[in-house]
């Protein structure tokens, strides 16, 4: 390794998490056949961290990324799927300044539900309509 690489490593601190501690696992939000639907993978910043869902893939990612990079204080979002074969979603989130990740991650999931139910009055509305004029 070179002494820029080494110089680069040793300047990056050792950080642990205001919010669970490194390594635990969020408050569940919704139970998963009986364990955590959602995680905090090691390395979280209360500006940036990464979250772990199990049993989603890219309709809740792609989604749940939109909705997230929608907030001013957003820096980055982005998520991955590590593997095709497995049942997990990976969301990484970093925002500006004092701007905690756990606020946002929860901010978002909740402006996602709420564009749901939009989503799901509008089309009912439609429906009833159709299914009314159909009729006639």
């Known amino acids: 390794m070179s ?3 080494q ?3 040793e300047s990056v601190p050792d950080v642990t998490p205001h919010k669970p501690a490194q390594g635990q696992d969020l408050e569940p939000m919704q139970e998963a056949e009986g364990k955590p639907s959602i995680a905090l993978l090691p390395g979280a910043l ?5 979250f772990q869902f199990e049993g989603e893939d890219h309709t809740l ?4 990324r939109y909705v997230i990079m929608k907030n001013p204080q957003v820096e980055f979002c982005a998520y991955t799927i590590p593997h095709p074969s497995e049942p997990k979603m990976n969301l990484r989130i970093q925002t500006y300044d004092s ?6 991650l929860e901010k978002g999931l909740d402006d996602l539900k709420d564009l749901c139910d ?3 009055e509008k089309f009912t509305a ?11």
């Open 3 to 5: 002494s820029k690489q």
């Open 7 to 9: 110089t680069q490593r």
């Open 46 to 50: 209360e500006t940036a961290a990464s």
């Open 61 to 64: 990612g792609n989604a749940l």
């Open 99 to 104: 701007t905690d990740v756990f606020e946002v």
């Open 118 to 120: 939009v989503v799901m």
């Open 126 to 136: 439609a429906k009833a309509e159709f299914e009314m004029n159909k009729t006639t």
